[in-house]
């Protein structure tokens, strides 16, 4: 399929991507199935594309529908579907879409289905209306299959109709939230990052990353070129204007595509003392000039198997969030002990400070990619989520714990280097 550029794509164009990018994080079922078909019917080149999620607990159908000739999205949720599980998959599939809505008031073309793997009691997929064969196409269905299951999963963990859950809060029933009660304390709640929430959100990085990264070369090239010949100062400030800002797209996009690919780690034996306070030195004047207090417990013989590059960008990054929150005065402390994980061997790292903790939006979103809980202007929350993913590459895991009033402790399991036991 031709892509923006004029070549030839053998799977999902980037421009698709970054659409579906934009959805994240899922608000509900209903906020992604108009995008997500409308998607289906113009990468695919289809004539429309009926978007199902039926829940055969519930009988209930959500369901989105997009018409290429229309090129507007119609969505609707339908209770009470009756359903033959003696048919096959499609037959089943057919008679639940058909009762919301006749194919042949959506076009008189034929149609092909394609299943979604997403929930072991639900019967989710997609009809394409098609004059041709889409044979020609099956990688591209194949990525969207994948993105169109991981959104379908991300939304039914937020509380789509027919998958309510019991209480007011959210994070209830949410595994990624622990509420830790002991006696005399007040409750502290681990957070853990959204493994496949994450995922998705890298996949859509890398792929948006790219569509975003050649016209902003484009721009600086241009800048670069025209600052050579041009001598006329308010014409060369406004150009260096456009430079600066277009650097800084490309910083930014930079982050997203190391987020979203970021490279294979080089292990080697690490001594974590060395690597903690060579990230010392790098911060030296911001820690510095921020008043804040840096101690530091430790075993210096202590080592780990890491990528040093990769391990020094996780310290970085968290002390600099700790810096971030932090009033002149405040503490951040880090240490570390030995603990053994099932059967591996695991340093357990804790980087914490004494600041105000996390609010209710801070903890859903903490590892989001683009969140920040600071200003607008002073960055996009990229630092936690490569944590995640540095660790994660490393077999790693990392979580945050947080007590009102009394600050965030990140947790770190790091495997320990074998000749180190």
Aim: aromatic share 6%; hydrophobic share 40%.
């Amino acid at each position: 399929m031709a892509n923006e550029t004029g070549g030839v794509s053998l799977g999902l164009p980037d421009v698709f991507y970054r659409r579906l990018f934009s959805l994240i994080p899922v608000e509900s079922l209903d906020s992604v199935l108009g995008e997500l078909a409308a998607v289906w019917c113009e990468a695919t080149s289809v004539e429309a594309a009926y978007l199902i999620h039926f829940d055969q607990t519930s009988l209930e159908l959500n369901a989105g529908i997009f018409c290429y000739s229309q090129a507007g999205a119609e969505c609707f949720t339908q209770s009470s579907i009756r359903i033959e599980q003696s048919r096959s998959l499609l037959e089943q599939a057919r008679q639940v879409a058909e009762q919301a809505r006749l194919f042949s008031l959506i076009s008189s073309s034929p149609v092909h289905f394609v299943p979604i793997p997403c929930h072991q009691n639900s019967l989710t997929g997609v009809f394409l209306f098609s004059t041709h064969s889409l044979v020609d196409t099956l990688s591209l269905i194949s990525d969207l299959t994948e993105i169109s299951r991981r959104l379908f999963l991300l939304a039914l963990g937020t509380g789509v109709p027919g998958h309510s859950q019991d209480g007011d809060s959210q994070h209830q029933d949410c595994q990624s939230c622990q509420s830790i009660v002991e006696p005399g304390i007040p409750a502290s709640r681990r957070i853990l990052p959204s493994t496949d929430k994450l995922e998705a959100m890298a996949e859509f990085a890398a792929g948006a990353g790219h569509e975003i990264n050649n016209p902003v070369a484009t721009i600086v090239g241009r800048v670069q070129m025209l600052l050579r010949h041009e001598t006329d100062p308010e014409r060369r400030q406004s150009l260096a204007t456009i430079g600066g800002q277009a650097y800084r797209i490309r910083d930014m996009i930079g982050d997203a595509m190391l987020f979203g690919r970021p490279p294979a780690p080089c292990l080697s034996a690490v001594n974590l003392s060395k690597a903690i306070e060579d990230v010392q030195y790098s911060l030296s004047e911001a820690i510095l000039t921020s008043g804040v207090q840096l101690m530091v417990t430790l075993s210096k013989a202590v080592c780990l198997q890491a990528d040093e590059t990769q391990l020094k960008v996780v310290i970085s990054n968290l002390i600099l969030n700790c810096l971030n929150i932090l009033e002149p005065g405040g503490k951040i402390e880090i240490a570390a002990e030995e603990e053994t994980v099932g059967t591996v061997s695991m340093l357990h790292l804790q980087i914490s400070d004494d600041g105000p903790g996390l609010s209710e939006q801070e903890q859903e979103h903490l590892f989001d990619p683009f969140f920040s809980a600071r200003q607008a202007g002073r960055g996009l929350g990229f630092g936690l989520s490569k944590c995640w993913r540095i660790i994660d590459l490393h077999r790693g895991r990392i979580e945050a714990e947080t007590i009102p009033g009394r600050g965030v402790t990140f947790h770190i399991f790091w495997p320990i280097h074998p000749t180190e036991k």
